[in-house]
Structure formats: C-alpha cells, structure tokens
C-alpha cells in the first residue's frame, strides 16, 4: 500500500501532466523552439534568400573610385575575393535619372546605385540612391567604404606610389600580450562570447523558476478556496501536504526542464540535417568563429566542473524557491494575495539575472563575489561568474553550502508558518500571524 505522502506526490504530478494546458503548451513549445532553431531555413523556404547578393551599381565619373571603392569593400567586409562578399559590384552607365527609373520597377527596387564626382574642394562628392531605408548594416559597411574611398583618392593625388597605398591600408596582423599569466587572448574571446550567449541560456531558468512560484500558489489557493484543503488535512498531516507540493511541483519543473532541451536538442538535429548553418553562414560566421575559438581553449575541461557544480546549485534553488512559494501561499486566501507576496520574489530573480549579465563589467570588485554567494541568487550569477573566471570552485561550494543552510532554515521556521497558515482563511494581520508562528 502507498503511504500518503506517496499518493499525495503521485496525485499532484497527474493533475499536473494529464491536463490539456500542459500537452498543448508543450506542442506549442516544441513547435516554436524547433522554428527559432531553422528560423533562416524557414524564411528561406518562403522567399527569403540569405545567399541573395547586394546589388550596388556605381556611376563612377573620376574614372578611379569604382576600383577604389571595391578594394574598400571588400577590406571591410574582410573578404579575400571580390565573391567573397555579399555586395555585387556592377558599372553602370546610364545617368542618375535612369537609376532612379529603374527603382520605379518593383523587381529592381532593393538595388543600390552610388554616384561618384570629382570635387576640387572636398575631393570628392557622392550620392547615394535607393528605393528606400538601407539596412543598417549594409549602410555602415558603404558609408566606411565611401569614406576610405575619399581618403585613398586624396593620398593618390598626393603622388605616393600604388606600393605605398597598399601598404596603408593593409590590413595588420596584431598581436595579443596579456600580462597576467592565467588569462589568454582565447579566454578573452570566451569572454565576450559568454557575455552575449549566457544570459541566453540561463533565460529557460529564470522563467523556471517563475512557473514553479505561480505554480505552488495557486493549487494551494485553489485547495483553500475550494475547502478542499480541509479534507485533505483531516487525512493527512500539514507536513507530508507540504512537501507533497513541494516535490511534485519540483518533479514536474525538472520534467518540463527536460523537455526544453529535448526540444532544443531536436530543433539543432533538424538544423544539422537540413543544412541550415550554410544558409546564414555570412550571418553567423563571426560569432561562429568566436565560439570555436573559444571552445578549442581549455573550457572544455572546465565543463566537467562547471556543468555538475551548477545543476547542483540550480536544483537546490529550485527547491528553495518552492519552499518559500508554498509557505507565503499558505498565508493567502486567493491568488491576488499571492500576487502581492510574489513581487519580492520577482524582483530578486530580476537582480540576479541582470547581475549574470552585467557580470564581466565587475570584474575584480569584491561586491560581485559576495552576491554570488547570497541564496536564490547565486543559482544564475554564480555559473556565470566561474565561467568568466571571477571566481573559482570553492567559491560556488560555499554558495551551495549557503544554500543548502537556506534551505534548513526555510523547512524549520517555514513549517511552523505553513501549519498555522494552512487553514487561516483570513488576510488581516498576514504578517503577525506569520512571525507569531515561527516564535512557537
């Protein structure tokens, strides 16, 4: 025969799982992280071409600037062969107004036609004409490449040899010294790439840990309102109900966590088949670079620690967190109660995750350090910080040891709130009955 506490778990997953919410919003899920994974191959099978090329036709009246300009472009661009890049060159030979005709035609309408003139005083003047707003981009990459273009028409007219000019705007080989023995030009790149994609990935856990809160609250309010919780305590003690809750709600969290990286996983396994890194391969190219870089350092082996340490601190959150949902909303009468409680909830999830953001601007200040160790936060700042290098093992073992101390303190002094608050049906004096409740 189960024991209750059994049956109470085992109940509150189904209610969980066999519900139509739960199957719809994972399909939805699914779905949706599967797009965002191809989302290039899908624009691409609708018309989008991400292999499409620029077209920029040049009237060029100094007889010099087309040649100049494309040697800018591709510098730019970093390209080694003028098919390198994603801009089409193209003389032109008609006028300004018949550029501007062939704009009027819909199927021309994304061209780009530069005007090159010779100016005494400004050594040269140009126009640009479009249909309509460039993108941001391609206007920066153009407006360098016009500019250099200016200064490289200035420097010939300044009777310095071809050699010469090639030779200023070379592109230059620099060479990384980094004084500090423990850091490395390729830990840098890491770093400015875990700066960009962590917060990324610690995103799925924050809205985690907001789904388990709201969770917890409102099937407790939902027992209260209903008189249910009566019953349910007349057969069994407030404290297997409460952990009942506890462990069911956080069973189903770590199922649905599963299920986002299934997805995930899936939506990458799809990409690979279908090809899609190729399609926006000038798209992702540097930042694809920049991860292989860094992967090739010695991250990897800090992944055999890095990634134990922070499900270690991430689960251990995960129950914190539901602990302190379950004895605020055994305070509660409804669920607009509970919204009020879980404000302060919000605002720290908030700071730590901006925090883990923000980290690689606090390097070296002790502040940063010691937030890493404060309990619900440290599950999202201290991961990034060991990432980053600004602190080491130790310093996340005390920010698991905190909360592990976190954790007793919220089952010793939150039980006593939750028995008393488990049938208080009334929301006066919320706060004294729950200080009253630890001092018994």
């Known amino acids: 025969m189960k024991s209750k506490l059994n049956f109470l778990i085992e109940m509150s997953l189904k209610r969980k799982i066999n519900t139509k919410w739960f199957k ?9 992280i599967v797009a965002l994974a191809n989302i290039d191959s899908i624009i691409n099978a609708f018309g989008g071409d991400f292999d499409k090329k620029q077209e920029i036709y040049i009237i060029d009246n100094t007889d010099v600037s087309y040649d100049l300009f494309k040697q800018q472009l591709m510098l730019i661009t970093k390209a080694e062969k003028e098919e390198d890049m994603n801009y089409l060159l193209n003389n032109y030979e008609g006028t300004i107004e018949d550029a501007k005709k062939e704009l009027e035609n819909e199927e021309k309408r994304d061209n780009l036609y530069i005007v090159f003139d010779n100016d005494e005083e400004k050594v040269l003047s140009v126009k640009l004409i479009s249909y309509e707003y460039m993108d941001i981009l391609d206007s920066q990459f153009i407006s360098n490449s016009i500019y250099n273009t200016k200064v490289m028409l200035a420097i010939s007219k300044s009777n310095i040899s071809p050699e010469e000019i090639n030779n200023i705007y070379s592109n230059i080989d620099v060479e990384r010294i980094i004084i500090d023995d423990t850091k490395t030009s390729k830990d840098e790149s890491m770093e400015v790439v875990m700066t960009s994609v962590f917060p990324l990935v610690i995103l799925p856990f924050f809205m985690l840990i907001i789904f388990l809160v709201q969770m917890i609250g409102s099937e407790i309010n939902d027992e209260k309102a209903t008189r249910g919780m009566e019953i349910i305590i007349s057969s069994v003690s407030p404290t297997k109900h409460f952990f009942s809750k506890i462990i069911a709600t956080n069973l189903f969290i770590i199922l649905q966590a599963v299920l986002l990286f299934i997805y995930g996983a899936l939506g990458m396994f799809i990409r690979h088949l279908i090809g899609g890194d190729n399609i926006t391969n ?14 090739a350092t010695s991250f990897i082996d800090k992944l055999i620690y890095i990634i134990p340490l922070t ?20 305070m509660t009468t409804n669920v607009e109660d509970f919204q009020n409680l879980q404000t302060p909830i919000v605002i720290i999830l908030l700071t730590s995750y901006y925090l883990a953001m923000l980290a690689s601007t606090f390097e070296g200040a002790l502040f940063i350090k010691v937030l890493s160790y404060i309990p619900l936060i440290s599950a999202i700042l201290s991961p990034s910080l060991l990432v980053l290098g600004q602190i080491g093992v130790f310093d996340v073992c005390i920010s698991i040891v905190l909360m592990i101390g976190c954790i007793y303190l919220l089952i010793k002094y939150g039980l006593r709130i939750y028995k008393v608050g488990i049938l208080n049906y009334s929301s006066t004096g919320l706060w004294q009955k729950m200080l009253k409740a630890m001092k018994k």
Do not use: W
């Not at 719809?24 to 949706?32: D, H, M, R, S, T």
């Open 24 to 32: 719809i919003v994972n399909i939805i899920l699914l779905v949706a």
């Open 282 to 295: 000038g798209v992702f190219g540097s930042v694809g670079s920049m991860l292989k870089e860094a992967l």
């Open 311 to 330: 499900l270690i601190l991430m689960l251990l959150t995960f129950l914190a967190y539901s602990l302190l949902a379950g004895i605020l909303a055994s």
